[in-house]
């Protein structure tokens, strides 16, 4: 499946640019994470794709959600067909560009966290720096992750949550920081006075995440 994106491209692309990859959240666009790139390194190459699926209202998602259902909450077949073709589509824009040096990182927001968090487990050999805001690791498509700490070293995350967050739980956002520390992966876990999204602080200190 070929996903819609939205790119900026750095003056100079050679072998070794960094990229990032940005998966919105539901309801929303391409358009929503792309607005980071004003304070993201001039240098990276920045793909922001659009979830395949259409919202009751304007907007995308990756999979259907169900509200009223805390233990069937996500559409798990939607998602896993939203996962591969994310990963599909990372691997042809990557080879697009002759990134066979760079590093590729992560970012998403509610249901592109969850995503993230299932791109980058399963695939650790792929990932750098991972940022997953007002989301949560969902178990449901967590089979098959990597477990070999070796192998998951590379990994950098960065987990926030809104401590009103009237949509995910705070408790479910802090799943991930339990099931980091037992991959012995490195993790940043941070709470903020929000809701669900990403205040002044939050956003600082994502941008101070990834300029390391």
């Keep these: 499946m070929n996903l819609d994106y939205i790119v900026r491209e750095p003056e100079h692309i050679t072998p070794n640019t960094t990229v990032l990859f940005m998966l919105h959240g539901y309801g929303s666009n391409e358009q929503d994470l792309f607005s980071f790139r004003e304070t ?3 240098d990276w190459l ?17 999979f259907d959600i169900d509200f009223n259902n805390p233990e ?41 966290g969850i ?10 050999d792929l990932f750098n720096y991972v940022a997953c805001l007002s989301s949560y690791p969902e178990e449901k498509l967590l089979d098959g992750i990597v477990k070999d700490k070796k192998k998951l070293e590379r990994l950098r995350f960065f987990v926030s949550h809104g401590t009103d967050d009237a949509v995910i739980p705070m408790e ?24 669900h999204g990403v205040n002044q602080k939050n956003y600082m200190d994502l941008m101070d995440f990834f300029s390391k």
């Design 72 to 112: 069937n909450f996500i559409d798990i077949s939607q998602a896993k067909e939203s996962l591969d073709a994310v990963l599909e589509n990372i691997l042809k824009i990557v080879n697009h560009y002759g990134l066979i040096e760079g590093k590729v990182h992560l970012c998403g927001f509610s249901q592109g």
């Design 40 to 42: 993201l390194p001039v």
């Design 115 to 124: 995503l993230c968090y299932a791109l980058a487990l399963k695939h650790p």
């Design 46 to 62: 920045i793909v922001s794709f659009r979830a395949p699926r259409n919202t009751q209202f304007e907007g995308y998602s990756w």
């Design 172 to 195: 479910w956002g802090r799943k991930a920081a339990d099931l980091l520390y037992d991959l012995s992966c490195y993790f940043t876990f941070r709470e903020y006075m929000s809701g």
